[in-house]
C-alpha cells in the first residue's frame, strides 16, 4: 500500500474517517514509517525515523491553545510486525492540549508495540492524553507502554488508557510521575480481557509538593481464562497533598485477578485513600437488569459496559 492507503486503513479500522479539518492537527504512524503530519499554530512536532523505531518530540509553546484535540494515529494493517515509537512531549508554561490518541492493530497475530515516553508539564499547563486501542480477534498484540512524567506547579495532566475493542493481548503498562506544588494528576486504565489475555499494570505516583492531587482509577473486566494484576502505588511527601487510588475489577468463568493497591503517606499533613473491589457482577444489578427482560448474559455485558464508560471526555 501507499501512505495514503495506510492512512486511509488505519481510520477504517477505527470506524472512522481521515482527518482533514485544516485546524486540527493530526499525525499517522504506521510500523515504524511516519506516513503524514499537519501542524497548527501553537504546536511543534517532529517525528524521526529510525532503523528500530521511531522518535517523535511534541513541543506546545508557552501560553498556546490548542483548541481542537490532536489526532495521532498508531499502527499496524498486516497480521506481524515491531512498532517502537520514543516519544517525548514538553508543554511550556500556560499551554494546553488534549491528544487524542488512536492504536489499531485489527489483524494482528504477533505484532509488538513498544512505546516509551517522557512527559514534562510545565507551570499552569494543562495536559490530556487519551490512548485509545483497537485490536483484533486473535488478541496477537503485546503492549509495553512506558511513562515517566513530571509535573511543575500547578500543572494538570490526564492520562486516560481504554481497550474495549478486540482481545487484549498481553499487556504490560508501566506509568510514573511526580508531582510538584499544587499539581493535579488523573490517571486513568479501562481494559476488557477474555480468552487467555494477560493484563499487568502498574501505576506510581509521587505527591511531592505541597497541595499537590492525585488519583490512580483502574476498571478491569476479565472473562474465560483472562489474567489481570494491577498495581497501584501512591506516594504523598508534602504538606497538603491529597490523593486516592480506586481499583475496580470483575472476574467472570476461570478468569483470576489481582491488587496491589499501595499507599505510603511521608508528611503528618498529607492524606492518601485507597479502595479496591474484586469480584463478579453485583447480583443486585443482575437481578434489577433481568426483571426488565435481559438474560444473564445480556445484563452482565451491560453491567460491565457500565464499569469501563469512562467517567470524562472532552476538555
Given amino acids: 500500500m501507499g501512505k495514503d492507503e495506510l492512512i486511509t486503513a488505519l481510520y477504517e479500522s477505527l470506524g ?112 490530556l492524553y ?17 511513562t515517566k512524567a513530571t509535573l511543575a506547579e500547578d500543572a494538570r495532566l490526564r492520562t486516560d488508557f481504554e481497550l474495549l475493542r478486540g482481545k487484549a493481548g498481553d499487556i504490560d503498562i508501566d506509568y510514573e510521575a511526580t508531582c510538584r506544588a499544587r499539581s493535579v494528576l488523573e490517571m486513568a486504565a479501562r481494559i476488557s480481557g477474555r480468552g487467555r489475555d494477560r493484563i499487568r499494570i502498574h501505576e506510581h505516583a509521587h505527591l511531592a509538593g505541597e497541595h499537590a492531587r492525585g488519583v490512580l482509577t483502574t476498571s478491569i473486566a476479565v472473562r474465560e481464562q483472562a489474567e489481570a494484576e494491577i498495581k497501584n502505588t501512591l506516594i504523598a511527601s508534602a504538606a497538603h497533598a491529597r490523593g486516592h487510588v480506586d481499583c475496580k475489577e470483575i472476574v467472570q468463568d476461570q478468569a483470576v485477578a489481582h491488587a496491589i493497591p499501595i499507599v505510603e503517606v511521608r508528611h503528618p499533613k498529607a492524606h492518601v485513600t485507597h479502595e479496591a473491589a474484586i469480584g463478579s457482577v453485583d447480583s443486585k444489578q443482575l437481578e434489577t437488569l433481568m426483571s426488565r427482560g435481559l438474560d444473564e448474559d445480556q445484563a452482565t455485558d451491560l453491567i460491565i459496559e457500565g464499569l469501563l464508560s469512562p467517567a470524562y471526555r472532552g476538555r
Avoid: W
Avoid at 474517517?17 to 499554530?41: F, K, M, Q, R, W
Avoid at 487519551?130 to 503485546?142: C, I, P, S, Y
Fill in 16 to 127: 472512522e474517517s481521515c482527518v482533514t479539518a485544516p485546524d486540527v492537527a493530526h499525525v499517522e504512524i504506521h510500523g515504524n514509517e511516519v506516513l503524514g503530519i499537519h501542524l497548527v499554530p501553537g504546536l511543534e512536532i517532529e517525528a524521526q525515523e529510525r532503523r528500530d523505531g521511531i522518535e517523535v518530540e511534541i513541543r506546545v509553546l508557552a501560553g498556546a491553545r490548542i483548541e481542537q484535540p490532536v489526532r495521532i494515529c498508531f499502527g499496524l494493517i498486516p497480521e506481524s510486525g515491531v512498532q517502537r515509537i520514543g516519544m517525548q512531549t514538553r508543554l511550556e508554561a500556560g499551554a494546553r492540549i488534549a491528544i487524542l490518541a488512536s492504536c489499531t492493530f485489527p489483524n494482528a497475530i504477533d505484532i509488538l508495540h513498544a512505546m516509551n515516553a517522557e512527559i514534562e508539564v510545565g507551570p499552569g499547563a494543562e495536559y
Fill in 130 to 146: 487519551l490512548e485509545r486501542h483497537v485490536h483484533g480477534r486473535e488478541g496477537g498484540v503485546r503492549l509495553v507502554p512506558k
